[in-house]
């Protein structure tokens, strides 16, 4: 069997049980597969392994950050849209500059991570009939 098949097999069976188990026990299932996306687009193996897991998790804590950044600003009296553009383009040029350091160094797991965690509290905010058509990213209206 080459390389290609076996990796197809064993992300079928791991899929399959992570979105089964997934939903038996209230876990976001997407986020999984965006990890999966963000290992094979490290090049996968170990480094790649190491690498995703590093940058999906600093990049979701980067998120929070944005999130607490830009509540504190609109609190001081700047509009929404104004503080969360700053809050976001201050973490993000953060997410880039920390790929200096070598296990910090896969700058799409970071962003992966990131928009992951803000998609998820916007869901927390707006639930699952949020009007998603009329927003373009994933900030929209807060």
Not at 48 to 68: D, E, R, S
Not at 83 to 103: K, P, Q, S, T
Request: proline share 2%; aromatic share 12%.
């Amino acid at each position: 069997m080459d390389y290609l098949t076996s990796v197809a097999i064993t992300i079928a069976i791991l899929a399959g049980l992570w979105a089964g188990i997934g939903l038996n026990f209230g876990l976001i299932i997407w986020i999984g597969f965006i990890s999966w996306a963000c290992y094979f687009a490290s090049g996968a193996k170990v480094e790649g392994l190491t690498k995703t897991l590093v940058a999906n998790l600093v990049g979701a804590l980067w998120a929070f950050i944005a999130i607490q950044g830009f509540t504190l600003l609109n609190k001081q009296g700047l509009s929404l849209p104004v503080a969360v553009g700053i809050a976001v383009g201050i973490v993000c040029f953060i997410m880039v500059l920390e790929a200096r350091i070598d296990i910090l160094s896969f700058i799409p797991g970071a962003f992966a991570g990131a928009g992951s965690q803000l998609f998820i509290v916007r869901i927390q905010i707006h639930g699952t009939k949020a009007p998603w058509n009329k927003s373009v990213g994933i900030l929209g209206r807060w």
